[in-house]
T-cell receptor
Framework: GNSVTQMEGPVTLSEEAFLTINCTYT??????LFWYVQYPGEGLQLLLK?????DKGSNKGFEATYRKETTSFHLEKGSVQVSDSAVYFC???????????????FGQGTILTVHP | KAGVTQTPRYLIKTRGQQVTLSCSPI?????VSWYQQTPGQGLQFLFE???????NKGNFPGRFSGRQFSNSRSEMNVSTLELGDSALYLC?????????????FGSGTRLTVV
């Protein structure tokens, strides 16, 4: 079945530091990959996505590249801000049949705290 | 345009009761899926509906059920509530099944079972 593994958290950084959150996956078929962000008390917001190998998703200074050879989709940002403090989820969806169809499989989430 | 709307936002129920949660998808979206989020288990898939038909179901007991109406609005029901059902229940909608564009989530319903 499908699975997503994220780096253990929490991650604590100072403002303007470089951020990397690792994500690796196992999937049947050809997955689309996503990063979602969850702010306190809210639902999930789609941060970025990539639908095929070597695609780079980007949004609000965040980037992630779909690496099929290493089955990875690491999230990066060059200079984090206090407002980036949130929980980040890596996820995948496939168009394979059976029990994988029509659903997202999530990693366990990584708590990011950015201090001024 | 309006996002995914979930009602109510907060709910407190007593063990043994039943509860119904509602989700209105983005206009034009036909796929609605439900997830349970808990600190211990993370985000777990409950079920997914497309054009009023359940297309996929996660590994939850039969106490968890759902349905989708002709206007794509969806409800999920949990009967005989247990303390462990306390969670944030998230609904997500998309234009189609297994979309490459991603799913749009609502703000969730926070269910507390006492």
């Amino acid at each position: 079945g499908n699975s997503v593994t994220q780096m253990e958290g929490p991650v604590t950084l100072s403002e303007e530091a470089f951020l990397t959150i690792n994500c690796t996956y196992t999937a049947t078929g050809y997955p689309s990959l996503f990063w979602y962000v969850q702010y306190p008390g809210e639902g999930l917001q789609l941060l970025l996505k990539a639908t095929k190998a070597d695609d780079k998703g980007s949004n609000k200074g965040f980037e992630a590249t779909y690496r099929k050879e290493t089955t990875s989709f690491h999230l990066e940002k060059g200079s984090v801000q206090v407002s980036d403090s949130a929980v980040y989820f890596c996820a995948l969806a496939t168009n394979a049949g059976g029990t994988s169809y029509g659903k997202l499989t999530f990693g366990q989430g990584t708590i990011l705290t950015v201090h001024p | 345009k309006a996002g995914v709307t979930q009602t109510p936002r907060y709910l407190i129920k007593t063990r043994g009761q039943q509860v119904t949660l509602s989700c209105s998808p983005i206009s034009g979206h036909r796929s609605v899926s439900w997830y349970q989020q808990t600190p211990g288990q993370g985000l777990q898939f409950l079920f997914e509906y497309f054009s009023e038909t359940q297309r996929n179901k996660g590994n939850f007991p039969g106490r968890f059920s759902g349905r989708q109406f002709s206007n794509s609005r969806s409800e999920m029901n949990v009967s005989t509530l247990e303390l462990g059902d306390s969670a944030l229940y998230l609904c997500a909608s998309s234009l189609e099944l297994a979309p490459a564009g991603g799913y749009t989530f609502g703000s969730g319903t926070r269910l507390t079972v006492v």
